[in-house]
């Protein structure tokens, strides 16, 4: 569910008519539903209310310090994935206890952003690494609280591109080779080890992946706990997906998820940690573009928006289906017409839709993508030499620029001539 309705024949974000926002900064521009957020982070605190527990947000999925703060205050912790995010969250006023550090590829200057500003967890992702973290914990004097992310090799059935729990991915140790790196870890006086880490892929839309990676997850738990690790929390990832196509079939709830944790973790006494990104921003963001022309090609017609790949890259990258709906809402009944809509960037990529069946619109039309709160804004650049377009939040009936268009002129003054060219 969210908050983006039409009333009054006018598609709302919340109180506020999407067309008062493009007419005050213009199009394209994202925009955020705060209600949404909120209501998402709240879903998956209730779904596993009974465990202790911390949900992590996932801010790769969209890390506006709006967002961040709006989350934050409502309780939510961090799942942060480089030195930029960590400062991020900090600058959220996300205090340091409440962030995880997970990624692949972990600097040794971010290690030591977070050993000195503070961290819950780092989740480690391979022997080398572990390494590093010892000797930058043991350089500051303080120890680290480390999980190691296991690769369950466990299929997710998503995109391949966002799969990550095989173990022909890149993340984690192997889960059969588990017990020697804990073992590796538990030698090394920088770090102190608290728990394991899974995380298996994103848009999952079945449980079953999830329950046998958790299944073998409790089984380590006990093994590792054999062993004399005091293992005592369990990262679980995010990933749950959401429904793209309204029409779709819709993936499990928080609730049905939470309550598969209960059953398949729950008897561990484990402090439970989820890093959801997706299902708590998707579905709380649109981008909202203008249609400049309408072309008629050989049997097909095109629709030519001011939006384009740069500023939402999803389709183009993982053929993701967004829908696309006009603004002003279409008299009932009005036969749907075929469209391919494109945006104005100069390779055939930059297509958001193929012969998409929607109401009849017009240029100077203005169309909204819905479920782009995630891995939208934050996927977007300034290919073409196109400004970053702009994020706007939604508060009932307030609205406010979060993140506002970079004039031309700021875009060309990030570049420097070097003296040979004065
Ligand atoms: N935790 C870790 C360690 C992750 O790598 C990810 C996502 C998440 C949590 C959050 O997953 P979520 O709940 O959002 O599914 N750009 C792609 C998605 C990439 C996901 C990467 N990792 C897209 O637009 O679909």
New binding site residues.
């Given amino acids: 569910m969210d908050h983006f309705l039409y009333k009054n024949g006018a598609l709302h974000a919340e109180d506020v008519p999407l067309s008062e926002i493009a007419a005050t900064v213009g199009t394209p521009f994202y925009v955020y539903s705060t209600a949404t957020l909120l209501r998402h982070f709240q879903l998956f605190d209730e779904a596993l209310a009974g465990l202790d527990h911390l949900v992590c947000f996932?801010m790769?999925?969209a890390s506006n310090q709006a967002i961040l703060r709006t989350l934050a205050q409502a309780g939510a912790g961090m799942?942060v994935?480089s030195g930029g995010e960590y400062l991020r969250a900090k600058a959220a006023g996300v205090p340091g206890d409440k962030i995880v550090f997970?990624?692949v590829g972990k600097t040794r200057p971010e290690i030591d952003l977070a050993l000195t500003g503070g961290i819950r967890q780092f989740?480690v992702e391979s022997e080398p690494e572990m390494e590093t973290i010892n000797a930058a914990a043991l350089a500051l004097g303080v120890v680290a609280p480390i999980t190691i992310?296991v690769n369950p090799d466990v299929d997710a059935k998503t995109?391949a591109?966002?799969a990550?729990g095989k173990s022909e991915n890149k993340?984690g140790i192997p889960i059969s080779r588990a017990r020697e790196v804990y073992a590796q870890a538990a030698r090394l006086p920088g770090l102190q080890v608290i728990g394991i880490?899974v995380?298996i892929?994103?848009?999952?839309t079945d449980l079953a992946p999830f329950e046998q990676a958790y299944q073998k997850v409790a089984e380590l738990t006990q093994l590792l706990r054999g062993d004399g690790h005091d293992i005592r929390r369990l990262d679980l990832?995010?990933?749950?997906?959401i429904p793209y196509a309204r029409d779709n079939q819709a993936p499990p709830l928080p609730l049905d998820y939470g309550a598969m944790v209960k059953r398949t973790l729950g008897h561990l006494g484990c402090e439970i940690e989820i890093?959801?990104?997706?299902?708590?921003?998707?579905n709380a963001g649109l981008m909202v573009s203008q249609v400049i022309y309408l072309k008629s090609g050989e049997g097909r017609d095109f629709l030519i928006l001011d939006g384009a790949m740069n500023d939402l890259?999803?389709p183009a990258?993982?053929e993701?289906y967004h829908d696309i709906i006009p603004v002003n809402e279409p008299a009932p009944g009005v036969p749907a017409a075929k469209y391919d809509i494109v945006g104005p960037v100069c390779e055939s990529g930059d297509t958001f839709a193929k012969e998409r069946l929607m109401p009849p619109v017009r240029p100077g039309d203005l169309v909204a993508f819905r479920s782009a709160g995630?891995?939208?804004a934050v996927?977007s650049s300034e290919y073409n030499s196109r400004p970053l377009i702009p994020e706007v939040l939604v508060n009932g009936d307030q609205f406010a620029v979060i993140r506002p268009r970079p004039s031309f002129d700021e875009m060309i003054n990030r570049d420097t001539i070097p003296a040979w060219l004065l």
Avoid: C
Wanted: hydrophobic share 35%.
């Fill in positions: 996932a790769k999925a799942d994935v997970s990624g989740n992310r995109h591109k966002i990550t993340f880490d995380h892929g994103s848009q999952l990832g995010g990933g749950l997906g890093e959801p990104g997706r299902l708590i921003a998707g890259i999803r990258m993982y993701a995630a891995y939208g996927m």
